[in-house]
């Protein structure tokens, strides 16, 4: 989608012109949506005061624009109450909003997205005594990566019922606090977990960093340095303190450089450092699953880690810059496991000065670093952890296996056009790292070991070219929609639609062999034909209930060419039909 202020803009005008007013419903559902009312209570005395809760549900990845000021075609999600006497309503109460970083429009916008509530609070009159219909008026634009749309959602009905004998007892939900101006251009109710005091904050911070130690992705570099202070206590209580010291503050490095990102994002961008922002970034959460398979291989010792001289301390340094940099990469690692600790830390630091967000940020380095302060100030507490031995191979295998869970979690996460790839690279990659370790020795030749291990890292990386480099969106397609396509069609505009599936390995040569080609996309674009993508993963999905009740179709890969008259899709359902397609697009006339 190159413009999507345009298409929203042409989606208002389309529903201006559409004289067809949904009716009323006490929940509303769309593809994408469903809004739900809930009363505070069940009736409500006159000269009373209650609330309506307006609940959201988005399917995952679709989100409503927040704010009226960054919203394309000023969009954002509106709520308008109904102006029903004798009862009146205020301005609505929005949650917070979230920064959510659209490509098409290269910018951050804020959205809400999930589940998110918001509230209508109303008063009623002194001598009122009746039924009211409220109708709640929903407007905004539902928006995901590709797509846009503009549902009509009409109104929202529910029954207000005002009795002078009401009990207005223990009400169904609590009236958040609120500000007066909110992004969505109501009020903005106040996030509870920026209102903890400092002393709480800050032992929140301590015990987030504690429990960091005890995340799975951290384990692989504990037995490193357990064994690296027992080396040191041997020498002697200084060499120990002195080295515990480096590791922690290579733990306190970490923390500090996120301390100081999120002073620069206030000082430069006016905004906060979003704790799980990287997690939105599909580079980022690749690299990290596949670092988790890789400390997985190690946790079942298919390749071991060779510790170099400034670590093992052999050398002249002494190993303080290996030790401080231990200590940055356990830190490093703790991030994929820590996400609900971490996010809970940095909630309270976001909304303070710089002064207390950055004492926070570091108060969760500081908690890290406590087990191996104590181990280094009190070195008598080493010849009391457990001694090696058949448990603790155990330990590091189970700790493999948590690993590749977590790796597949986070594979889950990857945009779905990659997914795949980035798995099939997953299994290239164990691949690659079990020749690095497992084809050579210790005493294999160091002219062999380097030719093994070059193939293996040319393997690797030929792989990963050829899988994980980003695609070149040459098609613009659209979610499938069939009220879409009957309204290209009686505008004469011909529509292509490609039914495909996630797990369709079919449908991805397809991709490959027709959709990939720079000549047949051109003349899509050229030529003015509706793409649309009709994903049937799922049994639920649109796409797969037309497939099944309307085309009559089997399965995928099938693609279907409408022709703007015709009655019947012209259709092809094997893998090589690129030049019988070209040929058609090259017959239609120029858009």
Same mark, same amino acid.
């Given at each position: 989608?190159? !413009?999507?202020?345009a298409?929203?803009?042409?989606?208002?005008?389309?529903?201006?012109?559409?004289?067809? %007013?949904?009716p009323?419903?006490?929940? @509303?559902?769309?593809?994408v949506?469903?809004?739900?009312?809930?009363?505070?209570?069940?009736?409500?005395l006159p000269?009373?005061?209650?609330?309506?809760?307006?609940?959201?549900?988005?399917?995952k990845?679709?989100?409503?624009?927040a704010?009226?000021?960054?919203a394309?075609?000023?969009?954002?999600?509106?709520?308008?109450?109904?102006?029903?006497?004798?009862?009146n309503?205020?301005?609505?109460?929005?949650? =917070?909003?979230h920064? /959510?970083?659209?490509?098409?429009?290269?910018?951050?916008?804020?959205?809400f997205? !999930?589940?998110?509530?918001? /509230?209508?609070?109303?008063?009623v009159?002194q001598?009122?005594?009746?039924k009211?219909?409220?109708?709640i008026?929903?407007e905004?634009?539902?928006?995901?990566d590709?797509?846009?749309?503009?549902?009509?959602f009409?109104?929202?009905?529910?029954?207000?019922?005002?009795?002078?004998?009401?009990i207005?007892?223990e009400?169904?939900?609590v009236?958040?606090?609120a500000?007066?101006?909110?992004?969505?251009?109501?009020?903005?109710f106040?996030?509870?977990?920026?209102? /903890?005091?400092?002393?709480?904050?800050?032992?929140? %911070?301590? @015990?987030?960093g504690?429990?960091?130690?005890?995340?799975?992705?951290? +384990?692989?570099?504990?037995?490193?340095? #357990?064994?690296r202070?027992?080396?040191?206590?041997?020498?002697?209580?200084?060499?120990?303190?002195?080295?515990g010291?480096?590791f922690?503050?290579g733990?306190?490095?970490?923390?500090?450089?996120l301390?100081?990102?999120?002073?620069v994002?206030?000082l430069?961008?006016?905004?906060?450092?979003?704790?799980?922002?990287?997690?939105?970034?599909?580079?980022?959460?690749?690299?990290?699953?596949?670092?988790?398979?890789v400390?997985?291989?190690?946790?079942? !010792?298919v390749f071991?880690?060779?510790? =170099?001289?400034?670590?093992?301390?052999?050398?002249s340094?002494?190993?303080?810059?290996?030790? #401080?940099?231990?200590?940055?990469?356990?830190?490093?690692?703790?991030?994929?496991c820590?996400?609900?600790?971490?996010?809970?830390a940095?909630?309270?630091?976001?909304?303070?000065?710089l002064?207390?967000?950055?004492?926070?940020?570091?108060?969760?380095?500081?908690?890290?670093?406590?087990?191996?302060?104590?181990?280094?100030l009190?070195?008598g507490?080493?010849e009391?952890?457990?001694?090696p031995?058949?448990?603790?191979?155990?330990?590091?295998?189970?700790?493999?296996?948590?690993?590749?869970?977590?790796?597949?979690?986070?594979?889950?996460?990857?945009?779905?056009?990659?997914?795949?790839?980035?798995l099939?690279f997953?299994?290239?990659?164990?691949?690659?790292? +079990?020749m690095?370790?497992?084809?050579?020795? /210790?005493?294999?030749?160091?002219?062999?070991? +380097?030719?093994?291990?070059?193939?293996a890292?040319?393997l690797?990386?030929?792989?990963?070219?050829?899988?994980?480099k980003? %695609?070149?969106?040459? @098609?613009?397609?659209?979610?499938?929609d069939g009220?879409?396509?009957?309204?290209?069609?009686?505008?004469?505009?011909?529509?292509?639609?490609?039914?495909?599936?996630?797990?369709?390995?079919?449908?991805?040569?397809? $991709?490959?062999?027709?959709?990939?080609?720079?000549?047949?996309a051109?003349?899509?674009?050229k030529?003015?034909?509706?793409?649309?993508?009709? $994903?049937?993963? %799922?049994k !639920?999905?649109?796409?797969?209930?037309?497939?099944?009740?309307?085309?009559k179709?089997?399965?995928?890969?099938?693609?279907?060419?409408?022709?703007?008259?015709?009655?019947?899709p012209?259709?092809w359902?094997?893998?090589?039909?690129? $030049?019988?397609?070209?040929?058609l697009?090259e017959?239609?006339?120029?858009?």
């Amino acid at each position: 989608m190159r !413009d999507k202020a345009a298409v929203i803009l042409c989606l208002v005008l389309i529903s201006a012109f559409d004289g067809s %007013a949904a009716p009323p419903n006490s929940v @509303i559902k769309t593809g994408v949506v469903t809004i739900s009312v809930e009363q505070q209570y069940e009736a409500v005395l006159p000269g009373g005061e209650s609330a309506l809760a307006i609940h959201f549900e988005l399917e995952k990845d679709w989100h409503f624009y927040a704010s009226a000021e960054t919203a394309p075609g000023g969009m954002n999600l509106k709520i308008k109450p109904p102006a029903e006497k004798p009862v009146n309503f205020s301005e609505p109460i929005f949650p =917070p909003s979230h920064l /959510y970083f659209d490509k098409s429009l290269n910018k951050k916008l804020e959205v809400f997205s !999930d589940r998110f509530i918001v /509230y209508l609070p109303f008063s009623v009159g002194q001598s009122a005594d009746t039924k009211v219909t409220a109708k709640i008026g929903i407007e905004g634009a539902v928006c995901s990566d590709i797509q846009c749309r503009m549902p009509n959602f009409g109104y929202l009905s529910v029954e207000l019922k005002i009795d002078k004998n009401a009990i207005m007892g223990e009400p169904k939900f609590v009236l958040p606090e609120a500000v007066e101006t909110g992004a969505a251009g109501g009020r903005l109710f106040l996030d509870e977990r920026l209102s /903890y005091p400092i002393w709480f904050a800050l032992g929140l %911070a301590l @015990i987030a960093g504690l429990s960091l130690n005890i995340m799975p992705c951290v +384990w692989p570099v504990l037995p490193l340095v #357990v064994l690296r202070l027992v080396g040191q206590a041997k020498k002697g209580k200084g060499k120990t303190i002195t080295m515990g010291l480096a590791f922690c503050v290579g733990i306190l490095l970490f923390f500090a450089s996120l301390a100081a990102a999120n002073i620069v994002l206030q000082l430069l961008y006016g905004t906060a450092l979003q704790w799980g922002d990287q997690f939105r970034n599909p580079v980022f959460v690749t690299i990290m699953a596949l670092l988790m398979v890789v400390l997985a291989l190690f946790m079942f !010792d298919v390749f071991t880690i060779t510790l =170099p001289a400034s670590v093992t301390g052999k050398s002249s340094g002494q190993g303080y810059v290996g030790t #401080v940099g231990m200590g940055f990469l356990a830190a490093i690692l703790s991030t994929p496991c820590s996400f609900g600790i971490l996010a809970a830390a940095f909630a309270w630091a976001q909304g303070q000065p710089l002064l207390p967000a950055t004492v926070a940020i570091m108060f969760i380095g500081v908690g890290m670093s406590v087990p191996y302060l104590i181990l280094t100030l009190i070195p008598g507490l080493l010849e009391k952890l457990p001694r090696p031995g058949r448990w603790m191979e155990l330990f590091k295998q189970t700790v493999g296996f948590i690993l590749l869970g977590i790796a597949a979690w986070m594979i889950t996460v990857v945009p779905q056009a990659k997914r795949a790839e980035v798995l099939y690279f997953a299994v290239v990659l164990a691949f690659c790292v +079990w020749m690095w370790g497992g084809w050579v020795s /210790y005493n294999t030749k160091a002219l062999r070991k +380097w030719f093994v291990r070059l193939i293996a890292v040319a393997l690797a990386v030929v792989a990963g070219w050829g899988l994980l480099k980003p %695609a070149e969106k040459l @098609i613009d397609w659209q979610g499938y929609d069939g009220a879409l396509i009957d309204s290209a069609l009686s505008q004469n505009r011909p529509v292509l639609v490609k039914f495909t599936a996630d797990w369709c390995l079919s449908c991805k040569t397809v $991709d490959k062999w027709v959709y990939s080609r720079k000549d047949i996309a051109s003349l899509i674009k050229k030529k003015g034909v509706l793409a649309i993508k009709a $994903d049937t993963t %799922a049994k !639920d999905y649109p796409a797969t209930q037309a497939l099944k009740n309307i085309y009559k179709e089997p399965g995928v890969p099938v693609s279907m060419y409408f022709t703007p008259g015709e009655t019947e899709p012209l259709r092809w359902r094997d893998k090589r039909f690129g $030049d019988e397609l070209k040929a058609l697009l090259e017959e239609l006339p120029s858009q």
